[in-house]
């Protein structure tokens, strides 16, 4: 059996991937591929809720999502630095879960530890894939466990790497119609109670529970009119594109 994953979405926070591509690894995972998550920290400085909570709450979304592997690392929430140690962290789930496609968020935005994550992501997926890896004493700092681990897997580089531009003002390359999997993203939102429910703490930075919804839904409608759908969630990638059938090119120009 093969257990390799068709896509990984890595992001800082828990609740991150819920956001920004929730509605496209639900479309994947219908469409039979095997979807991953990987939170970089445990949420520990969040204003809402404990790290604790965060992990069952994510574990709640997951389901909803139909999310064939998830963990978090211990990457200090606040402090997700690009670093050889972080990178090494990264690499070692690369070369375990084997994706095809990795998500990550877009390299600008208000958060640190989310543009951060877009540089480490990338360099962690090329780090993967050098042959020499853990053989060399870069790693003598490095945990014991994730250096054997290292040793014993092949090396391996995604495919794909394309970008989850949500909350960043950028024109998307494309964007995935999520109409029909829409409910299921919000319901995977609203699996953070206690990050998204009414509540003094944090309230200046979040919206109340009443205008999530909406909130949601207006991002994902701008989107999809952008690409004559519904719903939609936009995504950058850096390569230039190869059709070769321009008939089957899809968005109606006029």
């Known amino acids: 059996m093969n257990d390799s994953l068709d896509v990984l ?5 828990r609740d991150d991937v819920e956001q920004t591509c929730g509605g496209t690894l639900l479309k994947m995972a219908r469409q039979g591929a095997r979807i991953g998550i990987l939170d970089l920290t445990q949420g520990e400085l969040g204003s809402r809720g404990s790290a604790e909570s965060r ?17 978090a690392l211990d990457i200090p929430d606040g402090r997700v630095e690009n670093n050889y140690a972080n990178r090494i962290k990264i690499a070692r789930v690369i070369r375990e879960q084997r994706p095809r496609v990795v998500i990550l968020p877009y390299w600008k935005g208000r958060h640190p530890d989310h543009y951060t994550c877009a540089t480490l992501g990338y360099e962690a997926c090329f780090l993967a894939g050098l042959r020499r890896l853990g053989h060399t004493s870069a790693t003598q700092d490095i945990d014991p466990f ?3 681990v290292l040793r014993e897997l092949a090396p391996h580089r995604p495919f794909k790497i394309v970008y989850a531009t949500l909350y960043y003002d950028v024109r998307p390359t494309f964007v995935v119609d999520i109409t029909a999997e829409f409910e299921s993203k919000l319901e995977s939102i609203f699996a953070y109670k206690e990050q998204f429910a009414d509540q003094a703490a944090g309230s200046k ?3 109340v529970h009443a205008e999530i919804r909406e909130r949601v ?3 994902a409608h701008f989107y999809g009119m952008m690409a004559g759908v519904k719903y939609g969630e936009p995504f950058f990638q850096k390569e230039v594109g190869l059709v070769d059938d321009l008939r089957l090119v899809p968005v109606q120009s006029i």
Request: glycine share 0%.
């Open 217 to 219: 839904a207006a991002m």
């Open 9 to 13: 979405a890595i992001a800082a926070h």
């Open 205 to 207: 930075d979040f919206p």
């Open 146 to 148: 994730t250096v054997h």
């Open 55 to 71: 992990a069952s709450e994510a574990t709640d979304a997951a389901r909803i999502l139909q999310i064939a592997w998830r963990e």
